[in-house]
């Protein structure tokens, strides 16, 4: 088995622009719902970026498991993040979730501890101020006020990167408000989830970090609890995930 210990959380990028070999031969490994997913989209492009972005997660998973990846099962809760359906009790308990922007998927796996990963481009015409606005926590607005201008659009996609990590780690997605719970934003700072309600101690029950992304990207990794080394790796090109943590969570 490809291994992973409960002290480390495994980052693999990779392109979906994949080769059309590559591509051809992560499609056969989906199943019947997924091919049904993948032809719901419009455009070619999207169909191949799914096929691609959901054939490496069987590939990636199945390394971990020391199984076929073709053969790997998934269930999803009524939010809409995927986990696996354990084959077997004598599977370890692989948790894991996934990003995509543009050509980029980005996969974040651990052994039993509940995680979620989110990558953007950094869009400076998006408007996010606005968004901001409306429905980002009152603290995150005010640090955005409080920025120069022409370095709020940064800030602004750090924090919708750190947030969104966050709802995907708790598995709920938008169902979880965004003005609720405060993250770091200031690009200067780390990232932190900085305060949560109603329950103010949920923010001590997972660390925020930004990882390293594609230029003109940002991704952020929400953990449940500390103390772990994150290794992050490109796929396929090093498909061992290593011995040197990037950094570590204390
Ligand atoms: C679905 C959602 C979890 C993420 O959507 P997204 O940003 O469009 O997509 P991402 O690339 O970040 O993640 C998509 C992946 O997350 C996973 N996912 C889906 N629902 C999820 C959930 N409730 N929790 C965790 N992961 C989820 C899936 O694996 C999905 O990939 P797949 O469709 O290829 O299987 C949800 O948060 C959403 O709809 N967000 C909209 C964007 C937004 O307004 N964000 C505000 C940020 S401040």
Redesign the pocket.
């Known amino acids: 088995m490809g291994s992973i210990s409960l002290d480390e959380v495994h980052i693999w990028t990779a392109s979906r622009d994949a080769s059309d070999e590559a591509i051809e031969s992560l499609r056969c490994l989906l199943n019947d719902e997924e091919r049904r997913r993948a032809d719901r989209f419009v455009f070619a492009h999207d169909r191949t970026r ?1 096929a691609v ?2 054939g490496l997660l069987r590939v990636i998973l199945g390394h971990y498991l020391d199984r076929p990846a073709a053969s790997l099962e998934f269930v999803v ?1 009524v ?4 986990a696996l359906n354990a084959s077997s009790n004598t599977d370890p308990p692989i948790r894991f ?5 543009g050509p980029w998927v980005v996969y974040a796996v651990t052994l039993g501890r509940e995680i ?1 990963v ?2 953007e481009r950094v869009r400076p015409e998006f408007g996010g101020f606005a968004i901001a606005e409306r ?2 926590a009152p603290g995150e607005v005010a640090t955005l006020h409080a920025l120069p201008e022409e370095a709020r659009s940064l800030a602004f996609f750090h ?2 990167t750190r ?2 990590a966050y ?2 780690a708790k ?4 169902a979880l408000p ?1 003005d609720e719970f405060e993250v770091a934003i200031d690009p200067e700072r780390p990232a932190s989830l900085l305060s949560t309600l109603p329950d103010p101690l949920e923010a001590s029950r997972w660390s925020l970090v930004e990882i390293p992304a594609e230029p003109g990207f940002v991704a952020a990794l929400c953990v449940e609890g500390n103390g772990y080394h994150v290794r992050q790796r490109r796929w396929p090109a090093e498909a061992d995930p290593g011995t040197d943590p990037i950094f570590r969570i204390f």
């Open positions: 799914f972005s959901r809760n939010h809409g993040k995927p979730n996934l990003a995509h922007s979620g989110d990558i429905f980002f924090g919708w947030k969104e709802i995907k598995g709920k997605g938008l965004l």
